[in-house]
């Protein structure tokens, strides 16, 4: 089983990479922001809740958090492993699924670090656009779509997150470097970070990923 935590500030490049990862190397993407912003849609209460941490930049509590991605972890295309995707955020979460990973015989196989700078993760944010129907993401002038508005892959609707304002935008990257940069050093003391320049074509990227996991247990 391969269990891949994809790090990297808001904006890095995390989901972009991880859906094309998902078919490249079989494995489901477990994205939490995606998961909570399902959960809105179909207007839960667990989605009531993350909103308000969502439309603050803020994170949702550990907790809720957790109980989300154990209940993810459950579902059969989770048999060979998972590619996370903005989970674990903090110390705390990434204890909690060490030990979920533990109960199931399994650790963390690689932690690549796609490495960013903070004025370029604004950059990338500004200019995010989303497929409403399939989740792809785009850049208006990084990454465009061939029709603009429109998803190259489905011909979905393509629109701009409710939390991707300047505002939140910038509150989230204070929030990444006070709560989750210190996994870095987390996942580097365990001998588990691989560093990717993510100041690189998305598919320079990618195969620098593809190579840093297939190389590691
Ligand atoms: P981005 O792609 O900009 O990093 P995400 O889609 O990953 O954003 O996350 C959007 C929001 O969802 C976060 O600002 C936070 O409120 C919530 N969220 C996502 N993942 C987590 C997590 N692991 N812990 C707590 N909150 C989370
Ligand atoms: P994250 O999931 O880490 O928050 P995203 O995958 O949503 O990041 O990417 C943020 C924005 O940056 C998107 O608009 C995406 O098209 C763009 N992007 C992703 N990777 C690159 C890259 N290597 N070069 C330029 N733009 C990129």
Not at 20 to 26: I, M
Not at 98 to 127: D, F, K, N, T
Request: charged share 25%; with cysteine.
């Amino acid at each position: 089983m391969k269990f891949v935590v994809l790090m990297g500030g808001p904006g890095a490049g995390k989901g972009t990479q991880a859906k094309q990862l998902e078919e490249a190397l079989s494995l489901p993407q477990i994205a939490t922001g995606d998961l909570f912003r399902e959960h809105l849609r179909n207007k839960s209460e667990l989605g009531e809740l993350a909103r308000t941490f969502m439309d603050k930049g803020e994170l949702v509590p550990d907790e809720v958090t957790v109980a989300m991605v154990k209940d993810r972890l459950s579902r059969p295309d989770c048999a060979h492993g998972a590619l996370m995707d903005g989970f674990p955020r903090t110390v705390p979460q990434a204890e909690a699924f060490e030990r979920l990973l533990h109960e199931m015989g399994e650790q963390v196989s690689i932690a690549p670090y796609i490495h960013v700078a903070s004025e370029v993760l604004l950059q990338r944010l500004a200019g995010r656009w989303t497929c409403k129907t399939c989740g792809h993401v785009y850049h208006v002038l990084f990454n465009p779509p061939q029709k603009e508005g429109v998803c190259d892959l489905d011909g979905g609707e393509l629109y701009q997150r409710d939390d991707d304002t300047e505002e939140t935008q910038k509150r989230r990257i204070e929030v990444y470097f006070k709560q989750t940069a210190p996994l870095l050093d987390y996942y580097r003391n365990k001998g588990m970070l691989a560093e990717i320049n993510g100041e690189q074509s998305i598919d320079q990227v990618q195969n620098d990923l593809i190579e840093a996991i297939r190389n590691s247990h």
